[in-house]
């Protein structure tokens, strides 16, 4: 299972929906996005999905305002998001 965890880590925009939900207790679907500047919605997706597999997120779907999507990070995926964070300064250093 560890393995499989790791390799859906490592796929596109994982470190950056994770890292853009760091920013914000709660997003709409479409604020991630347009934090994140990306149009690729089916790998968007498909990355939510996984990282919902693997409990790092959650989602909720409002039933007024057109069926709107909140997503946020569970407390394991804070600490994943923050370690991501950490890896990613220690790599800039020189």
């Known amino acids: 299972m560890f ?7 490592s796929k ?5 929906i994770l890292k853009t939900l760091l920013k914000k207790d709660r997003m709409y679907y479409s604020e991630l996005t347009n934090n994140m500047k990306l149009s690729n919605y089916g790998t968007i997706n498909l990355r939510i999905n996984e990282l919902k597999t693997l ?14 999507r ?7 995926g804070k600490q994943v998001a923050e370690k991501l964070k ?6 800039k250093e020189e």
């Open 3 to 9: 393995f499989i965890q790791m390799e859906i880590l």
């Open 12 to 16: 596109s925009h994982v470190a950056k």
């Open 55 to 68: 409990g790092l997120i959650d989602e909720e779907v409002e039933d007024k305002f057109g069926g709107r």
């Open 70 to 76: 909140y997503i946020w990070l569970t407390p394991k």
């Open 86 to 91: 950490e890896i990613e300064e220690i790599l």
